[in-house]
């Protein structure tokens, strides 16, 4: 039972790189999100794919591209990194957009970008 | 802007204490109001839930308060067990557009 799978577990970046963070969830649901935690703040949203087929910016999206390759699959793309985007990032999954459905998060990425 | 507001940052109690969570937010368009749990290297995981029609909701030792006139709501721990020892977040949302409380570390002493 695996839940949401997000890989790799940690990367070390130099600024300037690209990276792509990929995430998969099995438990058939539409909606999938990337949230990035940096100490004493929360989760901060990125971005949002409501179905498959759609994606929305969320609070913090400069910096970042997402694509829903399927249903399963939900990546964020990092296309120059910056030391900034040094933070845990967390990709969740839920039912639907409705408020009363759970989301299901993963265990994170650890990214440090040098 | 920070629309939603968690207090204390951290906190420390004994084995059997009741240590209680504060969340206060601005955006009335919040509809529903969880809180979620996360020990370290995991991702947080919903704890329990509260609709603004409601004031209280238990689940085993969880309770959630809520005060909608205040645009409140707090977490309480019952007969709390070093096992809870976690950082608790609040995020009322809509839409399930999950807007994070800043986190409270959570020490239970045994």
């Known amino acids: 039972n695996a839940g949401v799978t997000q890989t790799p577990k940690f990367q070390v970046l130099k600024t300037g790189q690209s990276m792509t963070l990929q995430c998969a969830q099995d438990m058939n649901h539409n909606s999938m999100y990337w949230y990035r935690q940096d100490p004493g703040m929360g989760l901060r949203l990125i971005y949002y794919?409501?179905?498959?087929?759609?994606?929305d910016k969320g609070e913090v999206p400069n910096g970042y591209n997402v694509s829903r390759l399927n249903k399963r699959e939900f990546s964020l793309r990092l296309e120059s990194a910056a030391p900034s985007q040094t933070s845990v990032y967390f990709c969740?999954?839920?039912?639907?957009?409705?408020?009363?459905?759970?989301?299901?998060f993963g265990d994170g990425t650890r990214l440090s970008i040098l | 802007q920070q629309q939603v507001k968690q207090s204390p940052q951290s906190l420390i109690v004994q084995k059997g204490g009741i240590p209680i969570i504060n969340c206060a937010y601005e955006?009335?368009?919040?509809?529903?109001f969880p809180w979620y749990q996360q020990f370290p290297g995991k991702g947080p995981a919903l704890l329990i839930a509260i609709r603004p029609d409601v004031s209280e909701k238990k689940e085993g030792r969880f309770t959630i308060s809520f005060n909608k006139s205040a645009k409140q709501f707090s977490l309480h721990i019952m007969d709390s067990q070093p096992g809870d020892s976690a950082t608790y977040f609040c995020a009322p949302n809509a839409g399930n557009m999950l807007t994070f409380g800043g986190g409270t570390r959570l020490m239970v002493k045994p």
């Open positions: 969740a999954s839920s039912e639907v957009t409705d408020s009363n459905q759970p989301q299901h």
């Open positions: 794919s409501a179905s498959e087929g759609t994606t």
């Open positions: 955006n009335t368009a919040f509809d529903y």
